[in-house]
């Protein structure tokens, strides 16, 4: 069982829709989960961090974390073609870093 | 979030050579990390880069492959040594800032190998 899981995707959802992405991870003792964008050609770039069960909204991202079931979730509302790259699951670990594969999103106009 | 300056940014070498890539960032940070990315999968951790002693390497990366310094809280070198084309990936500096939970990335260097 990998650390950090993501479905691969690609995910496509239609401009405007909410967009869904899902992250498991297997160490129960996990306590800092971040989500990470990452624009093909470029290096990721931090969009939320979590750290205590339930929504952590920004703008248009809610990060859900529900530490009981070792899931953690983003949710993209009004999604825009701009929203179209590889979201990075992270869980720290030890001080560590330990990524999910990613999550292809795509958003059509 | 920190400033961080990672050079070169992209280079093509030939096998067998070394390649020093650095990371200098505009503040102080409590940690320094190296990850690759091979290409079309994820990031992977090569090692913590500790200030003032060795770093520490991730299972399956080895000093002599890879030798990291950092001399100071600011900056931090990756050497990728005798290279083979497996070895072309893209190269990415991390930082952790001091009080602060969250790591932020440099732009990477995407090195490829012949």
């Known amino acids: 069982q990998k650390e950090v899981e993501q479905n691969s995707g690609p995910l496509s959802v239609p401009e405007g829709a909410i967009a869904s992405l899902n992250c498991t991870y297997s160490?129960?003792?996990?306590?800092?989960f971040f989500w990470y964008r990452q624009y093909s050609g470029k290096s990721p770039e931090l969009i939320m961090s979590?750290?205590?069960?339930g929504d952590k909204e920004d703008g248009r991202f809610t990060a859900q974390l529900n530490k009981a079931s070792q899931y953690v979730s983003l949710l993209i509302r009004d999604s825009q073609p701009s929203d179209s790259a590889t979201y990075l699951c992270?869980?720290?670990?030890?001080?560590?870093?330990?990524f999910g594969q990613g999550t292809e999103l795509s958003v059509k106009p | 979030s920190a400033v961080i300056s990672q050079k070169p940014s992209r280079d093509i070498c030939q096998r067998g050579t070394s390649l020093t890539i650095q990371c200098q960032v505009d503040?102080?940070?409590?940690?320094m990390f190296w990850y690759r990315q091979q290409p079309g999968q994820s990031l992977t951790l090569i090692a913590t880069?500790?200030?003032?002693?060795?770093?520490?390497?991730e299972s399956g990366f080895v000093i002599d492959k890879f030798p990291i310094s950092r001399p100071n809280l600011t900056f931090s070198t990756l050497t990728v040594s005798n290279m083979s084309p497996e070895d072309s990936s893209i190269y990415l500096c991390?930082?952790?800032?001091?009080?602060?939970?969250?790591?932020?990335f440099g732009a990477g260097t995407r090195l490829s190998v012949l």
């Open positions: 991390s930082v952790e800032p001091v009080a602060k939970n969250i790591q932020y």
């Open positions: 160490d129960r003792g996990s306590q800092s």
């Open positions: 979590i750290y205590s069960n």
């Open positions: 992270a869980v720290k670990q030890g001080g560590k870093l330990i």
């Open positions: 503040s102080q940070v409590t940690m």
């Open positions: 880069a500790n200030q003032g002693s060795e770093a520490t390497y």
